[in-house]
C-alpha cells in the first residue's frame, strides 16, 4: 500500500554552534557590515558637509558655471565640471574601446603560443596589459603632459583646421593644449587594460563546442568570432566598457595635470581649457575657505552618485546577460 | 553476428590477450613528410610587407605635401588607413573577397593590439629617461629641508621625506585594510547569512568609486576633527585598497574544492578552524597575489592624498600626527612648479614610484604563478583578475539547475580539453 | 556523378564559396563525393597516434568507423574536414582526397574545406543565440552564400533531418530551447543546409537517449543518398543497423591506432578476417 505524502514528516535538524563557531562568524559578520557601514558613512558625510554649499546656491548648483566661493555673493556650481566629466569619459571611451577589443581579440583568437618558437607571446602581453593597470595615474599623466601633448597638439591643429565645420571642433582658444581631448586620450588609455583584460577573459569563455561548429561549417577565425565570440560575450563587453567608464569618471590626477582649467562650459574639445569634477576638487582643494571646502565635498557627492549608478547599471547588464545565457 | 554472452572464461581472456599480443604493423619506413596547416603562409608574409613597404612611400612622398600634421604621429595616422587599404585590396586581387577580409580584420586586430602595447613602452622609456639622471643616493636620502630652488640651480633635494611617508602609510592602509577585506570575503563566501547578497553589493560600489571621493569623505571624517596626517591618508588607502581584495580573495575563496570544506567538517573542526587551516592555505597564492596588487595600487594614489597627508617639504616620521609626504603627491606637487630643478624632483619621485610599483607587480605576478602551481591551481592567469569578480564565476553562479532534460538522464560527458584524447 | 567542387589549378575548391545558390546547391543534383585517405599519420607533439591509414569512404555509402576508445577514430575523423590542424600541437602526414583533390593542398583554404566536408559533434552545439530558423541557415550565412530560397532550404534540411514536423511551428524559437535529440538533429539540419559533398558524425548520438538516437540513425540511412556519411560509433549494433562498411580501429600499449580490418560491413560481423576484428565484434574486449 503506497504511503501518501501527508504520513511522511522530515524531522527537524537541530545544532547548537559552539562560542567559538559563533565569535567567528560575529567577527565576519562584523567585518561585512562595516564595509556597508562605510559605504553609507560616505554618503552621509559628503550630504552633511555639502550642506552649506548647496543651501547657499540650491538648485543652481548644478547649472552655475563659475567657482567663485568667497567673497560677499559667491555664485558655484558643477554645471562645467559635470559636462566636462562626460565629456571627457566619452572621448575616453571612443579611444579606448576599440583598441582594447583589439588588444583582446589579438591576444585570445590570434596571438600564437610562442613566437621565433620561444618567446611566449600571449603570457607576455597578458603582463603587459595587467602592468599597464598598475601604473599609478600621475605617471600617465606627466606622460602626458611632457611627451603626448606635444605630438597632439600637431593633430588637433590639423584637425580644427580641416574639419572645423564640425562644432565640437572649432577653434576658440589659441592653443590647442591642455584641451579636453588630450585629456580623454590619456584618460581613454587609462581605461584600456581594464576593459581588455575583462574582455580577453569572456572571449576565453566561449564554448568549445560552438566554436568548432561554426568552423564545421567553414566560417573563417573572423567570421567566428563575429558570430560566436561576439554573442556569446556580449554582456561581458559591456560590463567592462562600464567598469572602464567609472574608471574615466573618476579620474583626478591625470586630468588635473593636463588640463588647464577653465569654467566657462566648454564643447569646443580641442581649444585649451576644461573642467572635470575629479580635477576640480584635486585643484581647487584648499582655496575657498570653508565654503569652498564645502562646495568642493558637494561636487565629490555628486561624482560618487554617478560613478554609483553607472557601478549598479554595469552589474545588472552583465548579471542579466549571464542569466539570459541559460 | 554470433553472440557469445556471457562471462569469459580464463582461457577465453588468454585467447583475447593471444590475439591482441600480434604485432601491430611496422611502423613505415618510407620517410614521412609532416605538414603543419597553416592560414598564413610565407608566402602571405611577403605580400603583408609588399603592401607595408609601398604604403609606407605613398604617404612618404604625399606626408609632407599635402598635410598640416607633423612629427611621427599623424604620419602614422595617414600610413595606417593606406596600408589596410592597399593589403585588403592586393589579396582581394591575389585570393578572394573572403581571405581579403580576414586578412584585413586580422591585420587591424594586430595593429590594436600593438597601438595598446606602446604607451606603456614609451612611458617606461619617459619615466627613466627623466628620473635615472637624478636618481642619486643623495636625493634618495635626503629630504627638500633647507633647499632653496632657484633657476638653474642643481641641488633638487631629495625624496626620503615622501619615501618613508609612502612606506608608512601604505604599510598602515594594509594593516587596517587586509585583514577587514580577508574578514569580509570569508563573510561572503564561507559564512553568508543573509546579507550576503547586500554585502557583496556594496563591495562592488565601492569598488567603482574614485579615489578622490575617498580622500575627500576622509577629509570630513578625521581631517576636520583631527588634522592633517600620515594616517588620515591610511586610511584613505585602507578605503582603495579594502574592495580590490575582497574581491580578489572572494574570487580565490571560491574556487577552493568544496570537498576540503566537507573533509574537514567531517573531522568535526569548528568552522574558524576549517577556514583559517584549509581553506585559507588553499588559496595563498591568490590571496597573496590580490593583497599584493591591492597595495601596488595604494603605493601610486595620488588623489586622496591631497586632502589627507596635505605634503610637506621635511621629514615627518610620524605618521599619526602632522602632515606627511608621499612619492605620488610629491610627483604631482612638484611639476607644476616652474623652476627646472623642482621638476626635476618630480621626475625623481615618479622614477622612484614607478620602481616600486613594478617591484610589488613583478613579485605579484612570480608568486601567483610559482605557488599556484605547486598547489596545482590554474597559473599564467591574468592577475588583475584577482582584482575583480571574473566571468567565469559569475557564470557558475547562475549555474541553478540542469540546462536541458537530457542533461538530467545521461551523465556529463568528460569535457573539452584542447588536447583531443585519442579514441 | 559530378560534384560542384573545380578543380583548376590553386582555386580548387575556393571559387564555389563566391557562387550564389542555384549553381553550387543544386536540389536534384547529387552532391556526395568519395573520401580517400592515403597514408594518413597524425601527431600531437612528438608522439604518433595514427599510423599509415589508408581508408576509401565511397560515395552514397554510410561508412563506420568502430573500435574500442582512445585508439584514434576521433583524430581521424577530424583529420578528415582540417579541423585536427586547430589544437596547436598538431601535425600530419598522408593525403585526403575529395574526389581525387587533396584537401591538404598548400593552396587549400581550409574553411572552404570545411564547407565541403561537414561535420556533426558528440554535444549538439546548435547556436544558443539564434533562432531554429537561423540555426539552420547559418552555413550559408558564414560561407556569404546568397539565396532567395531561404524557407525551402530551411524546410528541406529539417525534413532531411527528420525535425520539420516538430519545429515547423517554431522556427522562430531559439536554437537552445529545444531538447537534446531535437538539438542534434538541428545541427545535422544545419550541417545539410549546405549541401556538402561528406558529413561526418563523431559519436552523434551517445549523449542522446535511445528514441532520438534511433531517429537519428534513420536519417542517417536517408541521407545517405545525397551525403557520403562517415560515422565514428562506440556502439557496434548501431555500425550494424546503420553502416555500408565498417572500417576497426586499435591501438595497443600507447602505440598509435591503425585500422585492423575494413570492408562491408555484414562480412565484418560474421566473418571477420583477423582474429582480434572477431574478438571486438563479439564483445570479448573493448
Known amino acids: 500500500m ?144 611632457f611627451v603626448l601633448q606635444p605630438h597632439m597638439t600637431g593633430l588637433s591643429t590639423w584637425l580644427t583646421s580641416y574639419l572645423g565645420f564640425i562644432p565640437f571642433f572649432k577653434d576658440s582658444a589659441v592653443t590647442n593644449t591642455s584641451s579636453l581631448f588630450i585629456c580623454g586620450v590619456i584618460v581613454g588609455i587609462m581605461c584600456m587594460p581594464i576593459i581588455t583584460s575583462l574582455c580577453r577573459e569572456v572571449f576565453s569563455l566561449t564554448p568549445n563546442g560552438e566554436r568548432e561548429g561554426a568552423m564545421s561549417l567553414g566560417a573563417s577565425r573572423a567570421r567566428v568570432i563575429r558570430d560566436v565570440v561576439f554573442p556569446f560575450s556580449k554582456g561581458g563587453m559591456i560590463g567592462s566598457i562600464m567598469l572602464g567608464l567609472g574608471r574615466a569618471l573618476g579620474e583626478a590626477i591625470a586630468v588635473a595635470v593636463i588640463i588647464s582649467l577653465a569654467f566657462p562650459l566648454q564643447f569646443h574639445i580641442l581649444s585649451e581649457g576644461g573642467n572635470s569634477i575629479a580635477a576640480l576638487i584635486a585643484t581647487q582643494w584648499g582655496s575657498g575657505g570653508s565654503l569652498g571646502t564645502s562646495a568642493l565635498l558637494a561636487a565629490g557627492l555628486v561624482l560618487f552618485v554617478l560613478t554609483l549608478i553607472i557601478n549598479m547599471v554595469a552589474s545588472r547588464i552583465v548579471n542579466k546577460s549571464l542569466a539570459d545565457r541559460r | 553476428m554470433t553472440t557469445e554472452l556471457g562471462p569469459l572464461t580464463p582461457d577465453d581472456v588468454d585467447d583475447v590477450l593471444d590475439d591482441l599480443s600480434e604485432e601491430a604493423p611496422e611502423p613505415t619506413a618510407r620517410p614521412l613528410k609532416r605538414i603543419k596547416p597553416r592560414e598564413f603562409k610565407t608566402s602571405d608574409i611577403g605580400v603583408l610587407a609588399l603592401s607595408g613597404l609601398s604604403s609606407f612611400s605613398i604617404v612618404w612622398i604625399l606626408f609632407t605635401q ?89 641641488n633638487i633635494g631629495g625624496v626620503k621625506h615622501a619615501l618613508i611617508g609612502t612606506i608608512e602609510q601604505v604599510l598602515i592602509a594594509a594593516v587596517i585594510g587586509v585583514p577587514a577585506a580577508v574578514l569580509t570575503a570569508i563573510f561572503i563566501n564561507e559564512v553568508g547569512g543573509r546579507f550576503t547578497k547586500s554585502v557583496r553589493t556594496v563591495v562592488t560600489a565601492m569598488s567603482g568609486t574614485p579615489a578622490i571621493v575617498a580622500g575627500v569623505f576622509i577629509y570630513s571624517l578625521w581631517v576636520i576633527p583631527f588634522g592633517y596626517s600620515g594616517f588620515a591618508g591610511a586610511l584613505a588607502l585602507a578605503i582603495i585598497l579594502l574592495p580590490t581584495i575582497t574581491r580578489g580573495t572572494e574570487e580565490v575563496l571560491k574556487v577552493v574544492h568544496n570537498d576540503l570544506r566537507e573533509a574537514s567538517i567531517a573531522l568535526a573542526a569548528p568552522e574558524w578552524r576549517t577556514v583559517w587551516s584549509v581553506v585559507l592555505p588553499t588559496a595563498r597564492s591568490g590571496l597573496i597575489t590580490s593583497i599584493l596588487l591591492g597595495i601596488a595600487v595604494a603605493i601610486g594614489e595620488t588623489a586622496p592624498l591631497i586632502m589627507t597627508i596635505f605634503g610637506s617639504q621635511v621629514m615627518n616620521s610620524n605618521p599619526f600626527s602632522q602632515p606627511q609626504a608621499a612619492l605620488s603627491l610629491l610627483a604631482y606637487k612638484q611639476i607644476k612648479l616652474p623652476i627646472q630643478s623642482q621638476i626635476d624632483l618630480g621626475y625623481t619621485s615618479a622614477l622612484v614610484l614607478f620602481i616600486m610599483v613594478f617591484a610589488v607587480f613583478i613579485l605579484a605576478r612570480l608568486l601567483s604563478s610559482s605557488l599556484s602551481r605547486k598547489g596545482g591551481g590554474k597559473s599564467k592567469r591574468s592577475i588583475l583578475s584577482y582584482t575583480r569578480w571574473t566571468p567565469a564565476s559569475a557564470m557558475e553562479r547562475q549555474d541553478e539547475g540542469p540546462e536541458t532534460e537530457f542533461e538530467l538522464e545521461m551523465e556529463p560527458l568528460p569535457p573539452d580539453s584542447g588536447e583531443r584524447d585519442q579514441r | 556523378m559530378t560534384t560542384h567542387i573545380e578543380s583548376n589549378d590553386h582555386k580548387l575548391v575556393a571559387k564555389s564559396t563566391d557562387s550564389s545558390v542555384g549553381e553550387s546547391l543544386r536540389v536534384d543534383g547529387v552532391t556526395a563525393a568519395e573520401l580517400e585517405s592515403k597514408g594518413v599519420h597524425a601527431w ?115 525534413t532531411k533531418a527528420g525535425l520539420w514536423s516538430e519545429v515547423r511551428d517554431r522556427l522562430g524559437n531559439l536554437g537552445g530551447a529545444l531538447s537534446g535529440g531535437q538539438q542534434q538533429r538541428l545541427c545535422i539540419a544545419r550541417a545539410l543546409a549546405v549541401k556538402p559533398a561528406v558529413l561526418l558524425m563523431d559519436e552523434p548520438c551517445s549523449a542522446l537517449d535511445p528514441g532520438s538516437t534511433l531517429r537519428i540513425e534513420q536519417t542517417v540511412k536517408e541521407i545517405a543518398d545525397e551525403v557520403t556519411v562517415v560515422i565514428v560509433t562506440h556502439n557496434m549494433q548501431q555500425a550494424l543497423r546503420v553502416s555500408d562498411k565498417t572500417a576497426f580501429f586499435l591501438a595497443q600499449d600507447g602505440n598509435p591506432g591503425y585500422i585492423v580490418e575494413a570492408g562491408p560491413t555484414s562480412q565484418i560481423f560474421e566473418n571477420p578476417v583477423d582474429p582480434r576484428t572477431a574478438d571486438y565484434v563479439n564483445g570479448r574486449f573493448g
Not at chain 2, 580584420?105 to 635615472?132: E, H, Y
Open chain 1, 2 to 145: 503506497a504511503v501518501t505524502a501527508t504520513e511522511i514528516k522530515p524531522i527537524k535538524i537541530g545544532d547548537r554552534r559552539s562560542t567559538e563557531d559563533r565569535a567567528f562568524r560575529g567577527l565576519t559578520r562584523a567585518a561585512g557590515l562595516t564595509t556597508f557601514l562605510i559605504l553609507v558613512l560616505i554618503g552621509i558625510f559628503l550630504l552633511w558637509q555639502a550642506i552649506p554649499a548647496f543651501r547657499s546656491q540650491g538648485i543652481s548648483f548644478f547649472t552655475n558655471t563659475g567657482w567663485q566661493t568667497s567673497g560677499a555673493h559667491p555664485k558655484f556650481g558643477v554645471a562645467s565640471a559635470l559636462t566636462g566629466t562626460i565629456i571627457i569619459s566619452v572621448i575616453a571611451l571612443i579611444v579606448a574601446i576599440p583598441v582594447s577589443i583589439a588588444c583582446a581579440l589579438f591576444i585570445n583568437e590570434y596571438a600564437p603560443l610562442k613566437v621565433l618558437g620561444f618567446i611566449p607571446i600571449k603570457n607576455f602581453l597578458t603582463a603587459a596589459v595587467d602592468l599597464m593597470a598598475a601604473v599609478p595615474s600621475i605617471i600617465y599623466g606627466m606622460w602626458g603632459f
Open chain 2, 66 to 154: 599635402l598635410t598640416l600634421l607633423s612629427g611621427p604621429l599623424g604620419f602614422v595616422v595617414m600610413w595606417l588607413p593606406v596600408f589596410l587599404g592597399l593589403y585588403w585590396f592586393v589579396n582581394r586581387q591575389l585570393f578572394n573577397r573572403q581571405v581579403a577580409v580576414d586578412r584585413l580584420i586580422g591585420s587591424i586586430v594586430t595593429v590594436g593590439a600593438i597601438l595598446m602595447m606602446m604607451p606603456l613602452v614609451l612611458l617606461t622609456v619617459f619615466v627613466f629617461q627623466r628620473g635615472l639622471p637624478q636618481l642619486t643616493w643623495h636625493a634618495l636620502f635626503s629630504t627638500q629641508q633647507g633647499v632653496v630652488y632657484t633657476p638653474g640651480s642643481h
Open chain 3, 44 to 158: 600531437f607533439g612528438e608522439r604518433m597516434v595514427l599510423q599509415d591509414i589508408n581508408l576509401v569512404m565511397e560515395r552514397t555509402r554510410v561508412t563506420a568507423l568502430i573500435g574500442p576508445s582512445g585508439c584514434g577514430k576521433s583524430t581521424f575523423l577530424r583529420i578528415l574536414n582540417r579541423m585536427h590542424e586547430i589544437v596547436p600541437s598538431a601535425s600530419l602526414a598522408g593525403q585526403v582526397e575529395l574526389d581525387g583533390d587533396d584537401i591538404y593542398d598548400p593552396n587549400q583554404r581550409a574553411a572552404t574545406v570545411r564547407r565541403h566536408i561537414g561535420m556533426v559533434f558528440q554535444r549538439p552545439n546548435p547556436f544558443p543565440a539564434m533562432t531554429v530558423r537561423d540555426n539552420v541557415l547559418s552555413g550559408l550565412r558564414f560561407n556569404r552564400i546568397r539565396s532567395n530560397r531561404k524557407d525551402e532550404i530551411v524546410e528541406e534540411a529539417l
